[in-house]
């Protein structure tokens, strides 16, 4: 706080608060200056409707917390002018700002503070949207002294460096920057990412299904995207469901990444913490382009970044509009998302699994060894056609599943375990993350054109394989990509320097279904 009176008697004071651009943060400086004359109070500095509105919060919080609201004019100005100013967060410095420019709270005991925080009419402090990402960038720039809501407070103290003054109520605030009242700092958490986590789904409960379940451990082990088709009823939603089981724990980094991400949604309002586990994210098909790809008016991240280092499920993949389905192609290739409104711009990681599954026609029975397919050529056409060439290519791995024969079902003999699973897709991504430590990237799956030229040796029969196959499954050069990928992360499961003829066989499996449901890629 910075507190100035000249000649004329007016006073200015000068808090920092915080403002974010998608996950970027940036500080705002909140002046506000009283001058004696008509008395009126006035928001400057391009805020939005919430931050208009605040004035009423602001004005009625300091009355019911039993400070006085000085009777004059009153202009408070959110610096730099030219970014717009979203949300609620600046309520408290506002407030703060106020009581500092009328002699209620000392300047010096203040001007080192960050303030951020919503303000509820009775003078509660209420959490905001963004505390992490928020608290991260300002660290990054010096501000490391901030005072914040309670609820955002248990997320933001995984920021070591941070001093973060937990409050609940505009009083406590106050009392606590005159020295009234100690406020001990939230004490800095460890992530402590639970090495065993439970899950409601594991691979031992799903019958049958060997080859299914091969090629989920092959994706989850490359980060592959796939596609699962069969019959209602043969498990896909179970398989999928059980894929985040597999999945190596996160890292310290990848668990921020992605609490920063879900704080900005406003997914940890009330829950505190740092995400723990992969998200494994399941959007109707009837979902639109911004709830999926992300967008709105605040430019807020959708279900491709919510889904950020895990899982995005999209069950009865057809039934979802194509031009949402198309949205996703950018994403699925560069990892990110950029999204651009007239009011904000906001680029997103979207780094993900794409798990799809769907039925191989309108019935549902298409293949199917118990019930008749009721749909005739031309319907399963235009099903299987509201899935382009173009968005096939992108998925690595297709997996054609039919219903669990009676055998499998009553069997006794629990199957092999998820943890079993996940010990062997760990050991395949630690590999590959030796492999690429030097270029950028993770996983066989963001391998480009120059990385396999550089690391994805073939041997003798595993060329002539992939030459012959080229011109029979009329793969695109995409597929082709893809198709040495896939053989790579096999070959990374079974400790292979080189790709085999085996692996590329095993992989070939993966893209047969390109010729059998869809005539052409």
């Known amino acids: 706080v910075w507190l100035y009176s000249d000649k004329g008697g007016n006073m200015l004071a000068r808090i920092t608060s915080y403002g974010l651009t998608g996950l970027l943060g940036y500080p705002v400086t909140v002046e506000t200056d009283i001058s004696f004359g008509f008395a009126g109070y006035e928001t400057v500095g391009l805020p939005d409707n919430a931050v208009k509105e605040s ?9 019911n917390s039993g400070f006085p609201f000085p009777n004059v004019r009153l202009v408070v100005n959110l610096a730099p002018a030219d970014v717009r100013k979203e949300g609620t967060v600046y309520d408290l410095p506002i407030a703060i700002g106020i009581l500092a420019a009328s002699g209620d709270i000392d300047r010096t005991a203040a001007e080192k503070w960050l303030i951020i925080g919503e303000l509820a009419l009775d003078g509660s402090v209420r959490g905001v949207n963004g505390g992490l990402p928020m608290v991260i960038d300002a660290c990054s720039r010096g ?3 901030i005072i914040l809501p309670k609820e955002n407070a248990e997320e933001a103290a995984f920021i070591h460096d941070a001093v973060v003054i937990p409050v609940t109520s505009l009083t406590e605030a106050v009392l606590f920057l005159r020295g009234m009242k100690i406020i001990n700092p939230q004490p800095c958490s460890q992530t402590n990412i639970d090495d065993h986590p439970s899950f409601d789904s594991d691979f031992s409960l799903i019958k049958g299904q060997q080859a299914a379940k091969r090629a989920a451990e092959v994706a989850a082990a490359g980060n592959h995207n796939i596609l699962l088709i069969g019959t209602p009823g043969s498990g896909k939603t179970m398989l999928a469901r059980s894929i985040p089981s597999i999945l190596p724990t996160l890292s310290n980094e990848e668990a921020l990444e992605i609490t920063k991400i879900h704080s900005v949604a406003g997914i940890l309002r009330g829950r505190g913490g740092i995400v723990r586990e992969r998200p494994f994210r399941a959007p109707h098909h009837s979902a639109s382009i911004p709830a999926l790809v992300g967008g709105g008016t605040k430019a807020l991240p959708g279900e491709i970044s919510l889904a950020h280092y895990g899982v995005l499920f999209l069950d009865e993949f057809p039934e979802f509009q194509k031009s949402v389905l198309e949205a996703l192609r950018q994403p699925l290739e560069d990892g990110f998302v950029s999204i651009t409104r007239a009011a904000a711009k906001a680029e997103y990681p979207a ?11 309108p019935c549902g029975n298409f293949g199917s060894r118990i019930n008749p397919c009721r749909c005739n050529p031309s ?7 509201r899935i382009s060439g173009p968005m096939l290519d992108r998925i690595d791995i297709h997996v054609e599943m039919t219903e669990v024969a009676y055998e499998d079902l009553a069997s006794k003999q629990a199957g092999e375990s998820s943890a079993a699973i996940r010990e062997r897709v760990s050991k395949a991504r630690c590999i590959q993350r030796e492999r690429f430590k030097n270029d950028g990237i993770m996983f066989n799956a963001q391998m480009s054109s120059k990385h396999i ?3 994805c040796a073939l041997e003798p029969d595993a060329e002539k394989l992939i030459r012959l196959s080229f011109d029979r499954l009329r793969l695109s050069a995409r597929a082709y990509d893809r198709l040495i990928k896939v053989s790579k992360t096999i070959a ?3 400790g292979e320097e080189k790709i085999t003829g085996a692996c590329v066989a095993e992989a070939l499996q993966y893209r047969s279904l390109d010729s059998k449901y869809w005539s052409k890629l």
């Open 55 to 63: 004035k009423e919060r602001v004005r009625r919080a300091i009355c």
């Open 143 to 145: 501000y490391n002294h």
């Open 351 to 361: 780094d993900f699994m794409l798990v799809a599954a769907m039925n191989p026609c």
């Open 379 to 385: 319907q399963i056409e235009r099903y299987r056609n």
């Open 453 to 455: 030229k550089k690391y």
């Open 492 to 494: 990374d499961l079974a």
